[in-house]
């Protein structure tokens, strides 16, 4: 599992609250990333990030920031939660050498906005 | 901009049986492919990858082959078992940037 865990794994909200998901590492991956998971849309990413403080959005970064202040963590934020993004949410960092990088995942994080 | 299909997007096969899972994607630009499987309530599990200079990768029952010319990769599990139920998913690394891009996933149900 490439040391990743995920907090809090399930959270209900109301819409119009802020929520922090949190993403940790153990292994120092210079690559972190979030995506949401949608049925019928697979996989999308948010936003990622290429170092302490280096971030860059995704296909859906809209309503959400993210921050990376330490190499093991990479934080994201829904600044006021909508029922949109009802949804689950998965972590990963890259992995590998140069032509072999594979992505892990966290285990994910269910989050409810009512 | 890359796209990612998985075509059929469930699939149910008796137990014992070969089987092949197919991916398409549309710029052949790709630095690797790589194929997930995901449980149910779970998160995704890396099982193969493809690098663009191979043809194909083993791993046991698991054989995922990439043809970039015609944009597919293709999933070959032999000897099905009910352990291998899950949704398989394939995704696209390509030159320029450090992303991913998923297909949708088949959902694969082997029936005992």
């Known amino acids: 599992d490439a040391g990743i865990t995920q907090s809090p794994r399930h959270k209900v909200t109301e819409t119009g609250t802020p929520v922090t998901l949190r993403c940790h590492q153990t292994e120092n991956h210079r690559y972190m990333y979030w995506y949401r998971q949608d049925p019928g849309h697979g996989l999308r990413l948010i936003h990622y990030?290429?170092?302490?403080?280096?971030?860059d959005k995704g296909e859906v970064s809209d309503g959400y920031s993210v921050s990376r202040s330490k190499t093991e963590d990479f934080l994201l934020t829904l600044e006021s939660a909508t029922s949109s993004q009802t949804s689950v949410y998965f972590c990963?960092?890259?992995?590998?050498?140069?032509?072999?990088?594979?992505?892990?995942f966290g285990p994910g994080t269910r989050l409810t906005v009512l | 901009k890359q796209e990612v299909t998985q075509i059929p997007a469930a699939l149910s096969v008796p137990e014992g049986e070969n089987l092949v899972l197919n991916c398409s994607f549309t710029?052949?630009?790709?630095?690797?492919l790589q194929w997930f499987r995901q449980d149910p309530g779970k998160g995704l599990t890396s099982l193969l990858l493809i690098q663009s200079s191979q043809r194909e990768q083993t791993s046991g029952r698991l054989n995922a082959s990439l043809d970039k010319s015609s944009g597919r990769s293709t999933l070959y599990i032999a000897a099905s078992q009910p352990g291998d139920s899950a949704t398989y998913l394939c995704a696209g690394f390509n030159f320029g940037n450090e992303k991913l891009t998923f297909g949708t996933g088949t959902r694969l149900t082997i029936i005992p």
């Open positions: 990963a960092i890259l992995a590998g050498g140069l032509s072999t990088d594979t992505q892990y």
């Open positions: 710029d052949s630009a790709i630095y690797n």
């Open positions: 990030s290429y170092g302490v403080k280096d971030t």
